[in-house]
């Protein structure tokens, strides 16, 4: 029986881990073993509860005001004796997070093998965004083996020297979730209050790089727009590091739904019903163009170019007359509209978790 240990500690990568950790349990002949760091605590244990899923272990590491040497130093510390207890034959950690790399450096530590699910996303900027370009770089040194979801991913891998018969295309695990949790019945308070008659747009920022000067440059841009289109209807569920400053900013705007952060199930279906999207999120720039939904990034660079290759987002910054400028594009003209949507599988067609898992089968016991 051989071992499989999945770590993740966020809430982005719990959404997109859940649906792999049940496709490695129909394997008989696999242990699946999960544990989360607690990186989120509530946002993560929500997402749990929403997939069913249970962990073995949850490293709890979470504190008030913690900063990433906090972070480092908790999962590195928590992690050691958990992989000791288990010795699993490979570890799989996803994306880009603190705790995916730090999980790779203590399995490189323990001559563990490290799977790498979301392999290969490059902006090749350090600082940009800040730490997880440096997070996947890391986890990319160390891997045995590269899950990338796109050609332009594994490319990006080759170039950088690894062995090409270790990294596979699967797609990305998002999409996967995307077929589970989008309902055309589904109904929620936020969109009773956006009603019919209105476009709905869906905002989230919460990047460390975006914090201070550059978060109140997009809120007043967000205040602009509100004030240029008042058919606009505009839900920003809350990250909690940004709550304070987004109520200060926006509060009193009327056509702004302040919201706390919202579960994977109703955020996926109100992305599903807006009109388009402003974020600073990698996630949903995958998750918005399978919805078809055109996006604004809250950005300088993306790890996601397929976006920009095919047309459905825009590097808008954060300075607020970009953000309006092209906000209104998108308002005002069809037909720049249309051009940002049709192309809904630039990710994979929602079998990601599925190739990942059979490829772990095959790496232990050989293709049947």
């Known amino acids: ?38 990186q989120h605590r509530e946002l993560l244990t929500n997402t749990l509860a929403s997939f069913g899923l249970h962990p073995e ?12 040497f ?3 130093i908790n999962i590195l510390k928590e992690i050691k004796a958990v992989l000791e207890k288990e010795k699993p034959d490979i570890v799989l950690v996803h994306g880009d997070t603190s705790t995916a790399f730090i999980t790779s450096l203590a399995c490189f530590y323990l001559r563990i093998p ?17 730490p997880e370009e440096m997070n996947r770089q890391g986890i990319d040194i160390i891997a ?45 308070p936020i ?20 914090l201070g000067g550059p978060m109140r440059e997009i809120f007043e841009g967000i205040r602009m727009l509100a004030e240029a289109y008042p058919d606009v209807r505009i839900v920003y569920p809350m990250h909690p590091n940004v709550r304070a400053v987004a109520q200060e900013c926006l509060g009193e705007c009327s056509q702004v739904y302040l919201s706390d952060p919202l579960d994977v199930i109703p955020f996926h279906n109100i992305m599903s019903r807006s009109y388009f999207i402003l974020t600073d999120s990698g ?6 163009s399978f919805l078809e939904k055109p996006v604004l990034v809250l950005r300088d660079a993306t790890e996601r170019p397929e976006n920009l290759k095919y047309g459905v987002s825009k590097l808008v910054g954060t300075d607020k007359t970009s953000l309006l400028r092209e906000s209104g594009k998108l308002l005002d003209d069809p037909e ?33």
């Open 1 to 38: 029986m051989k071992k499989v240990m999945c770590v993740f500690g966020t809430r982005p990568e719990a959404i997109k881990m859940s649906l792999l950790v049940f496709a490695l349990k129909k394997y008989s002949d696999i242990e699946t073993v999960t544990c989360v760091s607690g």
């Open 57 to 68: 272990y949850n490293l709890n590491i979470m504190k008030e005001h913690q900063d990433l």
């Open 70 to 72: 906090d972070i480092t």
């Open 114 to 130: 490290v799977g790498h699910v979301e392999a290969g996303l490059r902006t090749y900027d350090l600082h940009a965004p800040f």
């Open 144 to 188: 045995d083996y590269y899950y990338a979801p796109t050609e332009i991913a594994r490319q990006n891998l080759i170039s950088e020297g690894k062995k090409s018969d270790n990294i596979i295309i699967t797609g990305n695990t998002a999409i996967d979730v995307l077929g589970t949790t989008v309902s055309d019945s589904f109904t929620h």
């Open 191 to 210: 969109l009773e209050w956006a009603g019919k008659d209105t476009r709905l747009i869906v905002l989230t920022v919460h990047r460390r790089e975006n």
């Open 283 to 288: 996630g949903i720039q995958e998750e918005a």
């Open 336 to 368: 720049a509209y249309k051009a940002m949507t049709g192309h809904p599988h630039i990710y994979g067609d929602g079998h990601a978790s599925e190739r990942i898992a059979a490829h772990i089968h095959d790496v232990f016991y050989g293709k049947e």
